[in-house]
């Protein structure tokens, strides 16, 4: 595996290791961790890729990955703070970028079976968490992308596919990261992951060729 690590980009790799983190790979979270810090990729950008994990497969899991690793990096870092108030602003920004003009149908669509839900989308997610510094939108995105092709969530993968191309993901560089899945043995995740991509790339083009 090693081998096929030192062919990979800086986010390539956090993908990787978010996509290993809930899928609870370990020994090969462990390799691509340490072979991340031996590498000396910021420690800052690992460890939000990891604490956003928790978004997705809970905080049992995001634990165990942070734990593990505060052991390798042996690093504090500077505790951010909690602001309820600016999370409530920079969440609803960062999903209007994300979902555009269908923001508002997306809040209405959950509210309607979950009005905490849509709040906690808001706040929670594209506030509190994807809103952190560390990473930028378009990092957080990709990693979102390789978590979500790795659980299989089809319409949670397409929303976020959707995304990463709203913040200039190059569609060559997702294509890649799915790829990078079969790295840790999860080739029907890559699988998975790439039909939902393919989807998308076609939904696209056909929008684009109606424009026309």
Sequence with gaps: MKTQLTKLSEIELLALLSAASVLRKEKSFNLILSFMIDKKISVKKIYEALLQTYLFAGFPSALISLKKFS????????????????Y???????????YGKKYDKLIEN??????????WLVIEGYGKVLGRKGLS??????CNVSILSA?????????HINGA????????????????????????????????????I????????NKG
């Design 88 to 98: 409530q602003i920079r969440g609803e920004i960062n999903c209007r970028i994300i």
């Design 71 to 86: 052991e390798i990096a042996n690093k504090e870092l500077q505790y951010s703070g909690f602001d309820l108030s600016s």
């Design 165 to 200: 191309f709203r913040v200039k993901t190059d569609m060559k560089l997702l294509k890649q990261i799915v790829k990078n899945l079969d790295i840790i043995s999860s080739k029907t995740a890559s699988k998975f992951g790439n039909k939902i991509l393919e989807q998308f």
């Design 202 to 209: 076609t939904n696209k083009s056909k929008k684009s060729f």
């Design 151 to 159: 659980m299989k969530f089809a319409d949670q993968l397409y929303s």
């Design 110 to 119: 959950i509210s309607s079976f979950s009005p905490e839900m849509a709040e």
């Design 137 to 142: 939108l378009m990092e957080r995105e990709v």
